[in-house]
């Protein structure tokens, strides 16, 4: 087979803040008890960022220690994507003031925003340069402050989401254009803007003004997610020409355990093969993939050379999937 360039993973960071907000702490201010929220999400606990903690110092941290688990330094990095639907600012990009902070050389820095599937979006918009040889180690960060959206009184949305972020480094490698390679195998991206009604935030610059705080008819969301994910993992499988039965990990968004299991019933996917942290953390939107990521590598689940799926569903609805060989 002719030689290629492919995007590796070569490092995973995580970073959750430090308050944790349990259900029964919710339900102390909306009308809601720690086994509705556990039966029907599988959510034990949030994290929570301080007030004056921006979504920038969590992509940060979770930058960090990607990069030493890569063994680079911040003077390495040449491209830098952070996926975010909760930036500090409305400009500039998050991706840049986390260059500033991390100290990174001039080079492109830029937000993707597809929410929850942002960070699938970001992996493939990073592919394109990586794989490429138009930038040869990248930050790709879902970072996430999901609780200052949210409507504190309103009992179906505020228990289902918290903050963090995940990072991973990816560096060109050579490949030889096979499924075998590691790197960036195959993806699917998808968006249909008809169902924004579903899910989405009532407020922005050009139209209120103000931030606004998330709205969700969860139960029509949740009548999508299982068809939409599957379709998506279907198509980026045959992308990267892999059959699902080959996969090791799923690495599933983390929205809901009955979504993750749900997906995995349909598409036949051992339960033993599915990394859910959605009880610690809660829906992270696009920092929910790379934080799972993160703890199944550190436990030592995940090993190089392992071939993964990942996938995601979001406001837009935008959804997503790819397959990439760790
Ligand atoms: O990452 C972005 C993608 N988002 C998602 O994937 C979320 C998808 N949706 C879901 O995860 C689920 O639909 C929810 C967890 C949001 C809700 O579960 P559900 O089984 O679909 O419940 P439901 O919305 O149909 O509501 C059932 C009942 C309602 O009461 P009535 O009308 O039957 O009396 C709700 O008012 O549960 C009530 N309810 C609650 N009760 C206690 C809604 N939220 C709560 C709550 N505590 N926090």
Redesign the pocket.
Known sequence: MSKVLRSVVTGVGGYLPETIVTNEELAKI????DE??TE??GIRQRRRAAADQPVSDLAVAAARRALEAAGRTPQDVDLIIVATTTPDLTFPATATIVQRKLGCPVGPAFDVQA??SGFVYALSVADGFVARGRAKCALVIGAEEMTKLMDWTD???C??FGDGAGAVVLETMDGEGAKTDRGMLGFALMADGTKQDL?YVDGGVSTTGQVGHLR?Q??Q??RH?VVNISDAIVAAAADAGVEISEVDWFIP?Q??L??LEGVARRLGIDEEKVITTVSEHA?T?AASIPLALDAAVRDGRIKKGDLLLME????GLTWGACVVRF
């Open positions: 909306v009308e809601t008890s509705w929220i029907r999400t929410v929850c009992r179906g949305t228990v289902l899910l969700m969860g139960n969301v949740f997610a968004h929205a809901n009955r979504i829906n939107s995601a569903m979001g406001g």
